[in-house]
T-cell receptor, first 114, second 115 residues
């Protein structure tokens, strides 16, 4: 079974600075999907960015980018120019192409200091 | 305005009560999910419905009973719950396209407290 590990329960960063959230996963599959979701106090999980394992190029969405290291099974999220609205719980998730099931990590609580 | 709406937002119920959680998606998706989010634990998938048919049940106790009357609505019927069932229950939907699915879109959850 696949597992996802986020080793940083909490992180904090100064506004306008850059922060990187870590995620590692374990799988025997060669093709899969990886996601970062954000959960603000409103509780709604919002997709931040996705990565297909067959793509070598790292995904980027505006201030959000990932560092996908397939051999190391690592999928970190970099947030540039951090804003107060980025404060939330961030979850890394894995999905097999053969399943609708998302496997989530434990989450990282990100605090933005003004 | 979210594409996935859950009601109620908060629910307090006794262990002998029967209640239902409701989820409605306005995105035209064909798959819907129930997840449980407990404190200090990763989100756990409970049920998956694809084209209104249950395709996954992750060893969930029978005191949780899902229902999917159509592709836009999903219910979770609750009865004789235990205090450890207190959690945030999240509904999600996605569009299945063969072996490729769109990402899951989530509702804001129902915060359930069992007393």
């Amino acid at each position: 079974a696949q597992t996802v590990t986020q080793s940083q329960p909490e992180m904090s960063v100064q506004e306008a600075e850059t922060v990187t959230l870590s995620c590692t996963y374990d799988t025997s599959e060669s093709d899969y999907y990886l996601f970062w979701y954000k959960q603000p106090p409103s509780r709604q999980m919002i997709l931040v960015i996705r990565q297909e394992a067959y793509k070598q190029q790292n995904a980027t969405e505006n201030r959000f980018s990932v560092n996908f290291q397939k051999a190391a099974k690592s999928f970190s999220l970099k947030i540039s120019d951090s804003q107060l609205g980025d404060a939330a719980m961030y979850f890394c998730a894995y999905r097999s192409p053969l399943s609708q099931k998302l496997v989530f990590g434990q989450g990282t609580r990100l605090t933005i200091n003004p | 305005e979210t594409g996935v709406t859950q009601t109620p937002r908060h629910l307090v119920m006794g262990m002998t009560n029967k209640k239902s959680l409701k989820c409605e998606q306005h995105l035209g998706h064909n798959a819907m999910y129930w997840y449980k989010q407990s404190a200090k634990k990763p989100l756990e998938l409970m049920f998956v419905y694809s084209l209104e048919e249950r395709v996954e049940n992750n060893s969930v106790p029978s005191r949780f009973s899902p229902e999917c009357p159509n592709s836009s609505h999903l219910f979770l019927h609750l009865h004789t719950l235990q205090p450890e069932d207190s959690a945030l229950y999240l509904c999600a939907s996605s569009q299945e396209l063969g072996t490729f699915n769109t990402e899951a879109f989530f509702g804001q959850g129902t915060r359930l407290t069992v007393v």
